[in-house]
Structures are given as C-alpha cells and as structure tokens.
C-alpha cells in the first residue's frame, strides 16, 4: 500500500512538472512572440517616421522651389517689364505735353515705339519660361528637342537626343514636370558639371516611361548624402515624387553624371 502511495506521488510529480514546464515554455514563447512583435512594430514606427520626414523634405522642397520661381519672374517683371514701362511712360508724357518740335516728336515716338517691341518680347519670354507654347502646341517631345538644340545652337553644350514618346501617356501638368526635370538637368550640367557633351533617352518599355540623361561634367561623389541635397536635385527630387515615379543617380569625380528615372 505504501508503494502504491508512493507511486502516485511520483505520478503527481511528474505530471505537475510537466505542467510548470508547458507553462514555462508557453510563458516563454509569449514572451518571445510579444517582443518579436514589439521589434517589428517599432522598426514599422521607425519605417513611417521615416517616410513622413522624407516627404516633410519633398514638400518644402515644392515650397522653396514654387518661392525662387516667383522670385525669379518678380525680378524679371521688375527689371525688364516696369523699366520698359516706365521709359513708355516718360515718352508718352513728352508727347502729352505738346511741347515738342516735329524732329522731337518723331524721336520719342520712335522710343516709344521700341520700347513697347521690347516689353512684348520681355513678356514673350517670361511667358515661355511659365509655360513653353510649344509644349501646349506641339507636346512633350517635340518641347524636348526644342530644348535641346536651343543649347545646341547657344554651344554652351553638344545635347544629343532619342526620344519615343507617346503622346498624352502623361497628362499635361506631368508632362510640364518631367520637361522642368529636363531644364534643371541640363542648366546643371552647365553650370555645376562643366560639361561639354550630353544624352537625352526617353522610351517605353510596358506601361513606364523610362528617363534617362547623362553628361560628361565634373561630376561628384554620388555616396555622400550632402552632394544630393542642393536645391536642384531637391527639386528634380520633388517633381519625381509628383509623377509617382522613382528615380537612380549615379555620378562620380572626375567621370560626369547620370540619373534614370522611371515613371
């Protein structure tokens, strides 16, 4: 009977042994399942706060970018539209006045004259640089090659161009994007990079567009970090996220430039 007795008791222990140990293991597995899922929350945290900086970035990028433009065309409308005005305005009190010999008359009509050629021509321009009319008249590619061989004939640099567009596969205000991405490449490859030779691709391949553009510049580590926030891959950077495309840049010193862009 005693044996028996202790039998059980060596049964019961065995079985609450059990017990604790599936405890312990589920205890432990809790845990681990909670602080693996902790990780994976928090990396997900870091991964949003991430995004949301970048995006903070981009947006004030669009911000000082839209405030240099407006800055830009108010000192174009200042120096050459109110100075013209103002010549217009100072002749045509002359002739107000009457007190004019026939000599006299002719000359400041003939400034007058000229002056109102030159701010039609000012305005032209200023109105060319908000909105290419060929771009509105013609489309995109013919905007680009445009735009190239007026730096062709400037020979301020050799810009070579394949361009297989379709046309209205991006809507107006995208193309307007992707031609402004198409200046700031080219204006930095000019005044940044120093190159003389330059290559405009543009193709389809399935339903992306894909971009690409090189030069022969200077060039610049492409690693650091610091050589990609100047205002002008800042705003390349902001009219890319704008197409909802994504974008490769890869330039070294000494060996030019290149960037692809895939919308």
């Known amino acids: 009977m005693e044996k028996l ?52 970035e981009i947006i004030q990028s669009i911000i000082i970018t839209q405030e240099e433009e ?12 109110s100075s013209k005005l103002n010549v217009i305005n100072l002749n045509a009190n002359l002739l107000k006045d009457g007190d004019l ?13 000229e002056a109102t050629d030159k701010t039609l021509e000012s305005a032209r321009k200023i109105a060319h640089n908000l909105l290419p009319p060929i771009l509105e008249e013609f489309g995109f590619k013919d905007a680009v090659e445009e735009l190239a061989d007026s730096f062709n004939n400037s020979r301020k640099i050799n810009i070579s161009y394949n361009i297989k567009y379709n046309k209205k596969h991006l809507n107006p205000q995208n193309e307007l994007h992707l031609f402004r991405i198409n200046q700031e490449l080219i204006n930095n490859s000019v005044r940044h990079g120093k190159a003389k030779n330059s290559t405009i691709n543009i193709s389809h391949k399935d ?3 894909i971009f690409s553009y090189t030069d022969n510049g200077i060039g610049f580590n492409s690693a650091k970090n ?21 974008y490769s840049v890869g330039s070294e010193v000494g060996k030019g430039f290149n960037i692809l862009i895939v919308i």
């Open 226 to 246: 610091e050589n990609k926030k100047g205002l002008g891959m800042k705003n390349i950077e902001s009219r890319v996220s704008l197409l909802n495309g994504r």
């Open 101 to 113: 010999s026939p000599e006299e008359y002719i000359v400041v009509n003939n400034d007058i004259l």
């Open 70 to 81: 407006r800055k830009r065309i108010a000192q174009d409308l200042h120096d050459d539209i």
């Open 5 to 56: 007795f202790i039998q059980e008791n060596q049964v019961i222990l065995i079985a609450l042994t059990g017990v604790i140990l599936l405890l312990f293991m589920g205890v432990t597995l809790l845990l681990f399942f909670f602080t693996s899922r902790k990780k994976i929350v928090d990396k997900e945290l870091e991964k949003k706060k991430l995004e949301v900086s970048h995006q903070k």
């Open 207 to 209: 339903d992306k567009l």
